[in-house]
């Protein structure tokens, strides 16, 4: 095929589509090796209404001391709709609509960790599991709802409507099985996907994932089990 002769708005649907196709990451991770202010992965979610429940779960290697975000939901009126993001070594922000907990989380540096957060709006209750084992619950935004038109960053945390990046927050490290849900899985089911199983995520799919890489952001395969 002649790319040269193609009509540019041709090129421009191709690319898009390239873009946009859905990748099976089974086994793969998304690897940040630098500390950086323009690398990330934007994940894009199948979304279809505002969210007054989910689940975030995925995997993070890191040997950073420092703060650093793992996973940012942003909308255009709220850069923190939902943020997922270490403080330091042993504690966790978790934050809704802006309004934030701190999780204090067994951890050891370096070492995989797994990570699962849950929410709903009727209840106002957070869960923070990693590893396969529950924090302490926790009260947060009761009656809240997440909106819609979002950007999902990986490797930032955003400041501003996809972007607001800062070096001294960027992920150095590795970060994989990242699914999404827009319901709060039950303990059992957090258990299956720790372990490696499946339970029908319908937000985000590692399996079937759309996304666009920027920067210097390599995929290979994952060092953790």
Known sequence: MNMEKLPLCFLFIMSLSNALAQTDLSGKAFV????????????????????????VCLKVYTDLQRSCSLFSYATESIFNEFLLYKKKVGLYIFEVGNKELFFEVPETVPAPMHFCATWESQSGIAELWVNGKPMVRKSLQKGYSLGIKAKIILGQDQDSFGAGFEKTQSLVGDIGDVFMWDFVLLPEEINTVYLGGTVSPNVLDWKHLNFEKKGYVVIKPQLWA
């Open 32 to 55: 940040f090796p630098l500390e950086s202010d323009d690398s990330y992965v934007t994940l894009i979610p199948r979304l279809e209404k505002s969210l007054k429940a989910f689940t």
